[in-house]
């Protein structure tokens, strides 16, 4: 059908494009708006902030109702000393009125401008400024030339402008922009296009369950699921489910299709809605997923060659690196870069570790030897010898009394360069209590996992885990904070309680030693699969523990613990508009929404109740595009996709890399793309594909990881599941009423069957009359 063709394309090219918003007003504006807010300093510095670097150094405050930036050191660039207002909108061809009253304590020259915040930091307007102890006022009007800016900056430049300055002070105030003229702006649509018909882009397991959300719906009644080779409509149902959501701002609807198991790729129609992006349908529909997942590491490795058409790379941080506050240094080369940053950290290291070892333990089968790392085919599952890169790294972290490192950056994060181009002083940062025991944790675990592989390797992991150990009982809670003169990642806490259970619980597992079961049982039921907090890790090593007695108070704890969050966890999923755990959307939702998926698959593992299952996979769902953005959330997945990840590499060669799980809807707003492009968005939209939404769109090893566990977790069966008892419709773990009444639904068209395995009771392939006669035997002889 040709017509189906075109809308079908004018979807596609509409969500790959962000365009520029409506803005409701029309030539010379009268009275226009300031676009500064905090433009008379009544109320503080808010909104405005310094920066410094290359040896320049300020502090900001404010002085009898003026901005006042002190001056200790100009630095060696122009910008080494700067302050300025973050987010300001600049349409093309506006004509922009900007003034302000400036001084200094000494004279001296700055510069003034508007300048893009990132990319080429080009100014959009830019004067030379004269200044003296008498303020001036600046005043005049300029034309927007540049292509529309919304978040740009207001920014000056005080930094070294050629000569030596004793220490001074620069004062602002009065600061006015105003949008004088827009008669030549085109204004046009800012939001990226959002889908009506919402589904997993990447796809479904055939016997899932597989829900669509529809919106902008006005009086459609029924939609149809086609084969997207043949057009044909293979699936007819009735939209249900009216609900009014205010997370998104939007009215859903809900289609099941659930009884579509057929392999093949589909699309959904409704009525005059732009139809779905096309899914698959099929039992190896996250097989390349999951290879990429793991793949993506491989691209993270520091310290060593990385080969690849477009990400490859010479070894990066390879230097020696200094212990902070000494002029000792160590080698700690290797392991992971952590993020969009090339920082390297222990504790959230710890957690990708934890989350990878154990998505190979929960299904050994779907890991292979042959993903295209430089260990392939040397027949040890590329899963463990990826791992085991992060492992080798993390054992060069413990210093020689036991204790661990906390992480090694540079001073500051780099600009948006290669890994080879961050060349300043590497340096290591002191012990912190929580990284010694999550690395205690992780070599406990290395033990476990290595012994079959290697067993020198392991034997010297489990000896680096006791000195951790030692260490433990030695010293009490060391939580880390960043020194002032270090701006890279912090990873702190509040306590190390969590990470010391969840060391004591992996201690216990890889030795059986009863000094760690006591240990363990003195300690408080902890919780948390995030890095600041990892209880769950220790719950988890109890819980899949071979042969652990299932009667301990610490296992019980461990079970009740995680059944309990599940279950809370199936009800949120379960009430929510999108089918996600999480409500509240904060920086990494999408790592705290596969952790949600990873207890839910856990709770399905240890009872094997089918609305488990049901929630783990509704959770993958939301991260590959069943959320109110319309956004498969893993880069080069499914049908949009972010193409501008916050993350070094993907800028400098221009590209995202692929299988990368951005950190996705955050409705806090903490960086400068994010105020600009989602000020007023419904809390559940706030996400924006913009490299510089770091606090959206960055990537990192430890959300990847759970996604990694997530989707091995929900491809599990277990083997003697109740919910495939011939004659358990429902999966509840009974043959009972309940489930004749729902074959009897059934088979009256009136409600979709997750379970059919367990309803073809005759085991001719089709679910009939004949299966529910043998169920009302089988009833009967109960
Ligand atoms: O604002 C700076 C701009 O004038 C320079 O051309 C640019 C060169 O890289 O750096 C800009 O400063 C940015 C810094 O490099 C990285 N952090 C944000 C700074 C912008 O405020
Ligand atoms: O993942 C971290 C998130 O939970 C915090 O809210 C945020 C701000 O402190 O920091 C995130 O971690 C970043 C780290 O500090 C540096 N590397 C990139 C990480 C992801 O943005
Ligand atoms: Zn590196």
Known sequence: MEHHRIRRCTALLAACTILFAAVPMTGITADAANLISNSTFDSGTSGWSSYRQSGGNCTLSTDSGRLALTITDVGTLNYSVQFGYDVVPLYQNGVYHLQYDISSTVDRTVEGMIQQNGGTYQAYTWKSLSLTAEPQTVDYTFTMTAETDIMAKLVFNCGTQGTELPEHTIYLDNVSLELVDDSEVNYTELRAYEPPIVIDQVGYLPESEKIAVFRTVTDETEFSVHNAATDEVVYTGALYGERNNSSADEIDFYGDFSDVTEPGDYYITCGDLDDSYTFTIGDDVYDTLMDETVKMLYLQRCGCEVVDDTFGHVACHNTPAVIYGTTQTIDVSGGWHDAGDYGRYVVPGAKAVADLLYAYDTNPELFGDDTGIPESGNGVPDILDEVRYELEWMRKMQSENGGVYHKVTCANFPGYVMPEYETDQLIVTPVSSTATADFCASMAMAYEFYLDVDAAFAQECLAAAERAWGYLEENPNLVYTNPTDITTGDYGDYSDWDE??????????????????????????????????????????????????????????????????????????ST???????????????????????????????????????????????????????????????????????????????????????????????????????????????????????STNEITIYWNSPLTYLLSLSETTPEESPATLDGDINGDGNIDLADLVMLQQYLLGNVSLTQVQGADLCANGTIDGLDLAMLRQMLAAQ
């Not at 009667?551 to 966890?569: C, K």
């Not at 990494?588 to 929404?593: A, H, I």
């Not at 949600?596 to 929630?615: F, K, P, R, S």
């Not at 070094?648 to 221009?654: D, F, I, V």
């Open 500 to 573: 010391r259970y969840w060391a004591a619980a992996q201690m216990y597992r890889a030795t059986g030693e009863e000094t760690y079961l006591t240990a363990l049982e003195g300690m408080r039921i902890s919780s948390g699969l995030d890095w600041t907090t990892v209880g769950d890790y220790g719950n988890i090593a109890l819980l899949t523990m071979d042969d652990i007695d299932t009667t301990l108070s610490v296992y019980e704890a461990a079970e009740n613990a995680l059944l309990r969050q599940a279950d809370g966890f199936v009800t949120s999923t």
């Open 576 to 694: 929510s508009a999108y089918g996600v755990a999480i409500s509240k959307f904060n920086w990494g939702s999408n790592m705290t929404v596969a952790n949600a998926g990873v207890i839910l698959g856990l709770a399905y593992q240890l009872t094997g109740e089918a609305q488990y299952l049901n929630a783990t996979q509704s959770n993958l769902h939301y991260l590959l595009g069943h959320n109110p953005n319309g956004v498969c959330f893993v880069t080069g997945f499914g049908t949009v996709s972010p193409q501008n990840p916050h993350h070094r590499p993907s800028m400098a060669k221009g590209t995202a890399m692929p299988g990368m799980l951005v950190g996705g809807v955050n409705s806090n707003l903490e960086d400068s793309a994010a105020k600009a492009y989602l000020a007023g968005m419904p809390e559940a939209k706030c996400y924006v594909d913009h490299s510089e939404s770091y």
